[in-house]
């Protein structure tokens, strides 16, 4: 029941933060002209800042281990190349592909992944899921501006070199890569940096999550209902147990098998909400599929740890 109430108590602030969103557009507190601005914020400044930010506070040399990251980096890798290759035969659309694809491989490992893995193993066994964290994040931001600049609109016809600028241009990239750069370094930021940079970075999950819930309509479910349950079934159910057997079948025991399972059952990140929605994807069905999964996941997160727990693998 301890990860129950955990997993229960991890997510309800987030749907708090989204239904708070959708009350403030209902009494028009906050419009689409705001939403827009402030995602547009959210994109080029506090993400990238957050993300700076949580690597550049990770030792990832204390932790480094080649083979949980291979397996790691190689699945998230996989997984993409996979739906890259099956999902455009289902899904017609450009806008629906990248969103589709982005919310199915891009989990919340940020916000959950650190404190899931303190609550279950305690400070000791926190070493994987910390080793994993920056690498994953980096990872992530790669694939989904590769991914939603490949998609981007509805040309069929994609301009790799204007993909490969949009990586190199894109502020979740460069707030990874100078934190990734800090973090290998023995570069501190003086004090009074480190503090605003800390504020604006705690902006950037809080806002996203209200902006979320003001852009949220049910209106906009229509003709994305067999997209959405697709997804959250890909992303919390399908591709977690497939992930997790893979893992025990090549010997992941203990916390590296609990950092895994974590990464890949952990709900779509709101990040790829942002991301969608300034990258000329479908931002409706991508924050549909954040709201889904995160709603799911607190049952989904509470099965799969009982079930590893009971089978003394975690």
Do not use: C, H
């Not at 404190?115 to 070493?127: C, D, I, R, T, W």
């Not at 057997?245 to 010997?251: C, M």
């Not at 300034?278 to 989904?300: E, Y």
């Amino acid at each position: 029941m301890s990860v129950f109430w955990f997993a229960f108590n991890g997510i309800a602030p987030l749907i708090l933060l989204v239904l708070l969103g959708f009350f403030l557009k209902q009494i028009k507190l906050i419009d689409q002209t705001m939403i827009d601005q402030t995602t547009s914020f959210l994109f080029k400044v506090a993400f990238p800042v957050s993300l700076f930010n949580s690597i550049n506070k990770i030792e990832i040399r204390d932790y480094f281990n080649p083979s949980l990251f291979i397996f790691a980096i190689g699945t998230i890798v996989g997984i993409v190349v996979l739906l890259m290759l099956i999902l455009p035969r289902f899904v017609t659309g450009n806008k629906q592909r990248g969103a589709m694809i982005q919310g199915i491989y891009r989990g919340n490992y940020l916000l959950l992944g650190y404190p899931l893995a303190q609550n279950l193993f305690g400070e000791s066994g926190v070493g994987p899921t910390a080793m994993l964290l920056p690498m994953v994040i980096f990872t992530y931001n790669v694939l989904a501006v590769f991914v939603l600049e490949y998609y981007r609109g509805e040309e069929t016809k994609v301009n790799y070199l204007k993909v490969l600028i949009g990586l190199v241009k894109n502020p979740l990239i460069i707030g990874a890569i100078i934190g990734a750069v800090f973090s290998w370094s023995p570069w501190t930021l003086p004090v009074f940096l480190s503090r605003a940079v800390d504020d604006v970075g705690k902006i950037a999950n809080p806002m996203a999550l209200i902006m979320l819930g003001g852009q949220f309509s049910w209106n906009r479910l229509e003709g994305r209902i067999s997209l959405l349950a697709w997804a959250i079934s890909l992303r919390e159910f399908i591709i977690p147990t497939l992930t997790t057997l893979a893992a025990v079948a090549l010997g992941f025991r203990g916390p590296e098998l609990g950092a895994l399972f974590i990464l890949f059952a952990s709900p779509t990140a709101v990040t790829s909400f942002i991301m969608a929605k300034t990258m000329n994807s479908d931002s409706d069905l991508a924050s549909q599929i954040v709201l889904g999964t995160t709603l799911i996941s607190g049952f989904s997160l509470f099965l799969g740890v009982y079930t590893l727990r009971t089978l003394a693998l975690i």
